[in-house]
């Protein structure tokens, strides 16, 4: 396993619609244990592949507490399959825009197909924060960032931050 370097926006990877699994194989199972590790080590609650550069419809997720055990999910192709007309507002983040926050308001409740690490067809249902994380993750695999659903003000402030962030960035790792 191995803890991958997560892109920050803006930059066209995040922005790209990615590409279904054809199977799970150990490449995917692989990238699928990467993505945990980099997710823990983050510390984030969901992370989608398109994050570590690999533009595949891959998603992982944990919304356990801190003091709650692990609940790791890993979803292949998932697809939202129904989801309810009552909505939440909530206040993401997001790893490829670490330190900004948003309010975003999404359905509040979810119903999604995937497959597991196996190659087997699941299906999960979310509300409250697993039902945000669903939604996120399966918005990055399709391009879309949580920004994308505020006013093009506030995500051009925050866009400009991100700018300045990776230039930042990009010198402390010249240096
Ligand atoms: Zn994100």
Redesign the pocket.
């Known amino acids: 396993m191995a803890i991958l370097p997560i892109i920050w926006a803006p930059d066209p990877v995040l922005k790209t619609k990615c590409r279904s699994v054809d199977v799970v194989d150990d490449e995917v199972r692989r990238l699928i244990d990467d993505m945990f590790q980099t997710m823990y080590f983050a510390p984030g609650v ?1 992370l ?1 592949a398109p ?1 570590v550069g690999v533009t595949k419809r891959v998603i992982v997720v944990d919304v356990a507490g801190k003091d709650e055990k692990p609940q790791p999910i890993a979803l292949v192709n998932p697809e939202i399959v129904w989801r309810s007309d009552a909505t939440q507002i909530y206040e993401e983040g ?3 825009l670490p330190e900004l926050y948003a309010d975003v308001e999404r359905a509040s409740h979810v119903k999604v197909r995937y497959l597991d690490r196996d190659g087997a067809e699941q299906k999960i249902e979310g509300e409250g924060l697993l039902a945000v994380c669903l939604q ?2 399966i918005d ?1 695999i399709d391009g879309v ?2 920004v994308d659903h505020i006013s093009a003000l506030k995500r051009n402030i925050m866009m400009k931050k991100m700018v300045k962030a990776k230039k930042q960035r990009a010198r402390e790792q010249a240096a």
């Open positions: 969901g989608a994050q997001c790893l490829s996120h993750e990055h960032l949580f």
